[in-house]
């Protein structure tokens, strides 16, 4: 990873960043969804811009800048969508003595899979969860993500079905983790 920086995502980052998140959701969900399921997953993915205000929404760049990754985590109860999906948004806040703190949001470049990028923000995101006083962590998977989260200690709880779009229902998976 010493080629690759991070920082928490800033108001001016959006435009680069949803750019990063519609290439992923195209290119990398293949394989785990059909098409229908790919193009209705932009309406149950994305980014909750509440994550940058609350400064807990993380990006990796490489030595040019380029976004690699980003991903968050946070002390609200919405546990996945955006600001534009059809999720509703929960916003209170999580009590961490009983509450599991939430990983949103996780995007890889596609021009970067394969390097350890998702893993290290979800190292980012946990690391900051637990210094927030978070003792386990749950979040929503893509079919895609799956295999990343399971490899980093995260079991399924349930699997689940967004609602329809267009009649087209995208498949995810509740998983949790003890921090």
């Known amino acids: 990873m010493s080629a690759f920086t991070h920082r928490l995502a800033q108001p001016d980052d959006l435009e680069a960043l949803r750019a990063v998140m519609s290439r992923a959701i195209a290119q990398l969900q293949h394989g785990f969804l ?3 399921q790919v193009a209705a997953s932009n309406q149950v993915m994305g980014l909750d811009t509440q994550l940058i205000a609350d400064q807990t929404y993380f990006l990796v760049e ?3 800048g380029t976004i690699a990754g980003c991903g968050g985590w946070s ?3 919405t546990l996945y969508g955006g600001d ?3 999720v509703a948004r929960e916003p209170q806040r999580l009590d961490p ?3 599991a703190a939430k990983v949103r949001a996780m995007y890889t470049n596609p021009d970067f899979t394969r390097r ?3 893993r290290h923000v979800l190292d980012l995101c946990e ?3 637990r210094i927030a006083g978070f003792t386990r962590a749950e979040m929503m998977a893509t079919m895609a993500g799956v295999p990343l989260y399971e490899a980093c200690g995260y079991v399924q709880v349930e699997p689940v079905l967004s609602a329809p779009i267009d009649g087209v229902r ?3 998976v509740r998983m949790e983790k003890p921090l």
């Open 97 to 99: 003595a009983h509450d």
């Open 127 to 129: 690391d900051a969860a």
């Open 34 to 36: 059909t098409p229908e």
């Open 170 to 172: 995208v498949p995810l």
């Open 62 to 64: 490489d030595a040019a």
């Open 75 to 77: 002390y609200r109860a």
């Open 84 to 86: 534009t999906s059809i």
């Open 116 to 118: 350890g990028i998702g």
